[in-house]
């Protein structure tokens, strides 16, 4: 089960999945074939921030003297 969120003014939804689900492989499979399903033939991105969260965990605990630097733009 998601947690949908959508933006009416970008055109662009956001799925949120909870740690429990399937693989990220099984995942897209889904995706793409309910895509297939209505002929959509967009874009879409999936992204892990459990893995993100980990590297950037990992970023501190061997680089302690760093800090990331976010540029503004």
Partial sequence: MSTNLRDE???????I???E???????VREKVGLMEAQNVDDAFFVV????IYDKLEQWRR??????PFY???
């Fill in 9 to 15: 003014d970008t055109n662009c939804s956001v799925a």
């Fill in 17 to 19: 999945y909870p740690r």
């Fill in 21 to 27: 689900v399937p693989s990220t492989l099984e995942l």
């Fill in 48 to 51: 892990d921030l459990g893995q």
């Fill in 62 to 67: 061997f680089l302690p003297r760093v800090r």
């Fill in 71 to 73: 540029g503004k733009f």
